[in-house]
């Protein structure tokens, strides 16, 4: 579904992706971790060309993102992607970014798309606030917009950017939950994240990256149980021990 | 010094200023519009990708604003006619009015797009969107909500602009001042009643910007 193959990246002299191969299948949840700076975001916004690549190739369901002449338009309309700061549409309600894109982009009529944005809303739990503003909305509630405007797009794949990161703590579990559910219907995803909690329950497989380089590569059991590598103990030590 | 104010000469000369109010009012309304969607235009392609289109809005917006909108004009009226391009002289004045005023508006939306966070952007990206699509969905209902406070500004600014009009022989109510001072020579009672006028138009714009605030900008803050 994935698929990285010698991976280089820099923003200027800052070598932020260094060699990185990865294939991830269908079905799969992949929690990125790693130190901040270790490249763990940029590797997941390459995905969609949010920023582009200067050497190897990435392939995202047979369509090849590296290529500067391929349209990207099809490729990122098939991709959810959540931000660590929302993001959502200050000027729209939470009905309106979730149909914005499905209209625009996919040419959905106004009531077809206005359906869909209701049941993703309720399917995050947010039916009771369907007409409100980003602003009258807590951090979770607004993680989870995100999440289903996100998901009105049919997405193959979503991906997830630190989602918890800027939420107080009692808002954290109800993103997280929305994102196990999802894992357990099936979706592919990559998820960039601090909660190690959710990676042991739901991920597939855990990459470990620092300084650009992807160190470990493992079931989230081994690597939390038994790190391969001495970077990798250390982490984990300073974030289970914080 | 009351006494000696005229005020039955300002009633005789109501008709006209009456005439030149409208006058005013129309060809600062189109001018206006025209201002405004030059200025989305210009800035669309200012900050657009095509690099020649971005050079000539920088061109457009750099030579209007450091020019006196008394030579454009006069460069519109004389030196147009000569290069055998002729429009009347009210066409002159609103498409003087209209591209001063367009390249200001092009700098005040030019500020409000790039106030709008980039997650934003990004986030259009992601869901699909190009960039005239995010253009229009996502940042300019933002930037032009944020801009309305200096978007009046530079209305009021035209309105008052307009008034350089009378120095083309449109009329307008500057125009009803100076007709009244030459015909009766009565210059405190001409002018005083043109500025009324000129506040009156103030305050509809004030009225009326206050009116798309309420609707245009950030519901959720009501």
């Not at chain 2, 289109?53 to 020019?67: K, W």
Request: proline content about 4%; some cysteine.
């Amino acid at each position: 579904m994935i698929s990285f193959k010698k991976v280089d990246k820099w923003f200027g002299d800052l070598h932020v992706l260094n060699d990185i191969n990865i294939e991830v299948a269908q079905g799969e949840v992949v929690v990125v971790c790693g130190p901040s700076g270790s490249g763990k975001s940029t590797l997941i916004r390459c995905i969609n060309r949010l920023e582009p690549i200067q050497k190897g190739e990435i392939v995202v369901d047979n369509m090849a993102v590296h290529d500067k002449k391929i349209n990207m338009t099809k490729v990122r309309a098939d991709i959810g992607f959540v931000f660590q700061s929302f993001n959502l549409y200050p000027h729209m309600t939470a009905l309106e970014n979730t149909t914005i894109a499905p209209r625009k982009v996919k040419n959905m009529s106004k009531k077809e798309a206005e359906k869909l944005g209701r049941k993703m809303l309720t399917r995050v739990g947010l039916e009771d606030r369907i007409d409100h503003y980003p602003t009258q909305l807590s951090g979770g509630q607004q993680q989870r917009v995100a999440i289903a405007r996100g998901l009105c797009m049919n997405p193959k794949i979503m991906l997830f950017d630190e989602p918890t990161s800027a939420l107080d703590p009692e808002m954290i579990n109800e993103v997280l939950d929305v994102m196990r559910d999802l894992a357990k219907e099936g979706m592919t995803m990559m998820v960039v994240t601090h909660e190690m909690g959710f990676a042991r329950e739901v991920a597939s497989r855990v990459v470990f990256m620092d300084e650009g380089k992807i160190i470990e590569v493992a079931p989230p059991n081994d690597f939390f149980t038994n790190p391969q590598t001495e970077r990798g103990k250390y982490f984990l030590a300073s974030i289970l021990t914080h | 010094m009351l006494e000696a104010f005229n005020f039955r000469v300002i009633l005789e000369y109501m008709p006209l200023y009456g005439q030149c109010f409208l006058a005013t009012l129309w060809m600062s309304g189109l001018a206006l519009l025209g201002a405004i969607l030059v200025g989305i235009v210009a800035c669309g392609m200012r900050l657009g990708q095509v690099r020649s289109l971005s050079v000539l809005a920088g061109i457009f917006i750099e030579s209007i604003r450091s020019t006196p909108l008394l030579v454009q004009l006069y460069f519109f009226y004389f030196g147009l006619p000569t290069l055998g391009i002729m429009f009347p002289e009210w066409v002159t004045g609103v498409i003087a009015l209209t591209l001063n005023s367009g390249a200001y508006y092009a700098e005040i939306i030019r500020s409000g797009i790039q106030s709008i966070d980039s997650g934003q952007t990004e986030a259009g990206i992601a869901s699909g969107m190009n960039y005239f699509q995010r253009m229009r969905y996502i940042i300019l209902p933002q930037a032009l909500g944020m801009t309305i406070r200096p978007m009046l500004g530079q209305a009021i600014v035209l309105v008052k602009d307009s008034s350089l009009l009378s120095l083309i022989s449109i009329l307008e109510l500057t125009r009803a001042g100076q007709l009244l001072t030459s015909d009766r020579f009565m210059p405190a009672e001409g002018f005083l009643t043109t500025a009324v006028f000129y506040l009156i138009l103030y305050y509809m714009l004030k009225w009326f910007s206050s009116w798309s605030e309420k609707r245009l900008i950030f519901r959720e803050a009501h």
